[in-house]
């Protein structure tokens, strides 16, 4: 029986994470998505968690795909560290089998190992909500995505070992890669 198998991404999953992305963020009017540049671009960049980009494999064939990344909250103009969750694609031949749900979480759990405090996501409630998302603006969270509401979302993960355990509010600060999607 085959199963599922979720993992960080290695060296040799670039291509065929890339081949998710575009076949899962398809579109007519580009050759490549958006969300194609975007891990591309943030690979090698400080925003760039290895640990945190994560591939759902069945088969032998990576079939799905989930990022971390880091961004920065402006909270009293101090920077605190959290995360984007974005891009996540599941192959088409692979979606609405809970392959999305499952790389998802092994991200979230993955972050929450490391000791991570918070994700911010922008994309569908009804989806992001099973993980325990909310609106982030009602956190105090805000971003150039903060005026489309109810989609602008956020996390607080289980509380780490080390810290003070108080969550940032304030401006979320993409890395640049962002700014093209």
Do not use: C, N
């Amino acid at each position: 029986m085959t199963t599922l198998r979720l993992r960080p991404e290695g060296p040799a999953d670039t291509a065929p994470v890339r081949r998710v992305l575009t076949a899962a963020f398809a579109r007519p009017d580009v050759a490549t998505p958006p969300e194609v540049r975007l891990v591309e671009d943030l690979r090698g960049t400080d925003a760039w968690i290895p640990e945190l980009a994560m591939v759902a494999e069945y088969g032998g064939e990576v079939v799905g795909y989930a990022l971390l990344t880091r961004v920065q909250v402006r909270d009293d103009d101090q920077p605190a560290p959290a995360l984007a969750l974005g891009p996540v694609a599941v192959a088409p031949h692979r979606q609405r089998i809970g392959h999305g749900t499952a790389v998802v979480q092994a991200a979230l759990d993955a972050a929450t190992e490391l000791g991570e405090r918070l994700v911010v996501v922008l994309g569908d409630p009804a989806y992001y909500r099973r993980f325990g998302f909310t609106r982030a603006d009602r956190m105090g969270l805000t971003s150039p995505w903060s005026g489309l509401g109810d989609p602008w979302q956020a996390l607080v993960l289980p509380a780490s070992t080390s810290g003070d355990g108080l969550v940032p509010r304030g401006e979320v600060l993409f890395p640049p890669p962002w700014s093209k999607v």
